[in-house]
């Protein structure tokens, strides 16, 4: 618990976030724009242009994905439509259990064989390599509803769900992005492999097998393939992959995004789990989409976890929340460095098959 990596340390003061701030230089110091001058060039740091093609692109998925539905409901074997809710279930894990909660927060450790299988499950959502997804998250999770994060948005959770995601990062986030610290993926094999070969595992496992499977193997019509195999299959994954960064919107603490009296509300009354991930990221059970303790993802790092393939599954007790606050109003330090440090001591004291016990589990 205590090595994860500090440039993705959430920001304590979530709630004085809930405005658009002035960007922050990449030391963190605060840059204020004096005269005229200033203001142009923070607009033109921060200014975030539509990225069309990837604008076409969202047009024509949602067209072809919603015509899916209709194919999905007329013209669609058993069988392609079991295949279809593998390959998305697994591409959803993929970014969950893999891109999300092992690579970006580190919240467990994983064996080669389960690395390897999360790396393909990964490559089966279309989001973009580990590597660049991870980066972007960590981006995301330093520069938390500031101007500088790429899943901000000061308006509602349209925006942050889908327009965010089709504008190009501005000058500014562009070179945030280079400060991320990434040496941990970029010592770890098999992001890299799929780095390096993303484009070539993308067209195989992401665009011609579950084009190819329904033809070739159980001779569905191309219909199937095309629009619920793979165009409402990406249309479903692509928006529960965005959603994990705008899920704060729907289940988060200010749904009105209005600045809150106090953070702690939520782990007072154990609910908003989206602000508790943004606070202490690191805990295997934070659900991504406002649970916690449960879901398919969770249970999954579970088995993983009971089959030997999942290790150090990081989690926080409700103990050491109680302890780790109490300590923050003894000694006055910042309120996640004695969450993090309680909760690190009690990592140490907690049952190594913690995940399988049920008092463990909420
Ligand atoms: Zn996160």
Redesign the pocket.
């Known amino acids: 618990m205590a090595d994860h990596n500090e440039n993705?340390a959430p920001n304590p003061d979530l709630g004085d976030h809930s405005k658009a701030q002035p960007p922050t230089s990449t030391n963190g110091d605060q840059t204020q724009p004096t005269g005229s001058a200033s203001v142009s060039s923070f607009s033109r740091d921060t200014k975030r242009e539509a990225s069309w093609p990837s604008v076409l692109f969202y047009i024509h998925l949602n067209i072809l994905g919603v015509y899916g539905i209709f194919v999905l409901f007329s013209q669609t074997s058993v069988i392609t439509c079991i295949f279809t809710f593998l390959l998305t279930l697994c591409g959803i894990l993929g970014v969950t259990a893999g891109a999300?909660r092992l690579w970006?927060?580190r919240t467990y450790e994983a064996t080669t064989l389960l690395r390897f299988t999360l790396m393909i499950f990964q490559t089966l959502a279309g989001q973009g390599s580990i590597y660049d997804w991870v980066r972007s998250?960590r981006l995301?999770?330093a520069k938390y509803r500031t101007v500088d994060d790429p899943y901000y948005s000061d308006k509602d959770f349209l925006h942050a769900q889908v327009f965010a995601n089709i504008r190009k990062l501005s000058p500014k986030q562009e070179k945030l992005l280079e400060s991320i610290d990434m040496s941990d993926l970029e010592s770890d094999r098999i992001v890299m492999f799929q780095r390096r070969f993303y484009w070539l595992l993308y067209m195989v496992l992401f665009v011609l097998l579950p084009i190819n499977a329904p033809l070739e193997y159980w001779d569905d019509t191309v219909q199937a393939a095309i629009f619920v195999a793979f165009s409402l299959r990406y249309l479903i994954v692509l928006n529960v992959a965005w959603l994990?960064n705008s899920a704060h919107f729907v289940w988060g603490l200010d749904k009105s995004h209005k600045q809150s009296d106090s953070n702690m509300v939520f782990l007072v009354t154990k609910s908003y789990w989206p602000q508790y991930?943004?606070l202490l990221?690191f805990d295997y059970q934070?659900g991504?989409f406002g649970n916690y303790g449960s879901g398919c993802t969770t249970a999954f790092i579970r088995i993983c976890a009971a089959t030997g393939q999942a290790t150090k599954l990081q989690t926080m007790t409700t103990e050491a929340v109680k302890r780790g606050l109490t300590m923050a109003v003894d000694s006055g330090k910042p309120i996640v460095e004695c969450l993090k440090q309680a909760g690190a001591e009690d990592m140490c004291t907690l049952n190594r098959e913690h995940y399988l016990q049920n008092e463990r589990l909420h």
Request: aromatic share 16%; glycine share 0%; hydrophobic share 25%.
């Open positions: 993705f999300h970006a927060h998250h995301h999770h994990i991930h943004y990221p934070s991504e």
